[in-house]
Structures are given as structure tokens and as C-alpha cells.
């Protein structure tokens, strides 16, 4: 079974498997879980890093990457976590340019090099 629900720019996939993900996945139990979706519902565009992160519980949170293009600092954290039953999973994707949220994905993008992309961001 496979449920989707449109949040932010994405969508909150629900599933009852864990596979599939990369990074550092953690088990949470049914009401970590809907403090992480109670969470991503406070997430906003604009936010600034610390506030965007501080949403989510600390140890759901990795740092993917972070690198400079023309003079501007791009970092990017994945958020996720699986219900310790199998129950539903939760995944995002958090793009900040110089410290303020410009994308919120449910999937890992490929923004290097991608130019639409970047200059959405305010890049280039």
C-alpha cells in the first residue's frame, strides 16, 4: 500500500516497509512519529536553518552535504525515520542557502549543476 499526502513541495509517503532509504534512518515509535508530521507541518520556505531544524527532533536530523557555487553557502539535511512497527515512514530533503530554506523535498534532488534549479534558489 502506498498513500501520499502533499505538504510543502512534497508529499509524505506511507508505507509498511523501511527499505529504500539512504542516510541515517532511526526507528521511532507511533507518537514520535506524529511529533515528526506535526513538525513538518510547522516547516515554511524562508525559515532560517536553525529554526527550520530545530522543528524536528535533533537525532532524525543529518547533515547530506554542503557546498559553495558563486559566493553562496548551500547545505542540505535529510530528515528521517521509520515507525518501529512497520507502521508508516517519513523522509525529507531541506535546501538552505546561506542559512534560509529554499526547497523542502520528499526526495533527494539533484541540484548540482542544475541550473533551473539554482537560479530558483537565488544562486546564480
Not at 26 to 52: C, H, P, Q
Not at 75 to 98: K, T
Not at 100 to 119: C, M, Q, Y
Request: hydrophobic share 40%.
Amino acid at each position: 500500500m502506498l498513500a501520499a499526502a502533499g505538504l510543502l513541495n512534497g508529499c509524505i509517503f506511507v508505507s509498511n516497509t523501511t527499505s529504500g532509504y539512504k542516510g541515517n534512518t532511526r526507528a521511532v515509535s507511533k507518537t514520535e512519529m506524529v511529533e515528526v508530521m506535526d513538525a513538518n507541518n510547522r516547516v515554511r520556505l524562508g525559515m532560517t536553518l536553525e529554526g527550520a531544524l530545530e522543528s524536528y527532533p535533533q537525532r532524525l536530523v543529518t547533515l547530506r552535504s554542503s557546498a559553495s557555487i558563486d559566493d553562496h553557502t548551500i547545505e542540505v539535511y535529510q530528515v528521517a525515520a521509520y515507525q518501529s512497527n512497520g507502521a508508516s515512514r517519513f523522509e525529507r530533503w531541506l535546501y538552505f542557502v546561506d542559512g534560509k530554506l529554499v526547497e523542502v523535498s520528499d526526495v533527494e534532488l539533484d541540484w548540482r549543476g542544475n541550473e533551473g534549479l539554482l537560479l530558483n534558489w537565488g544562486v546564480r
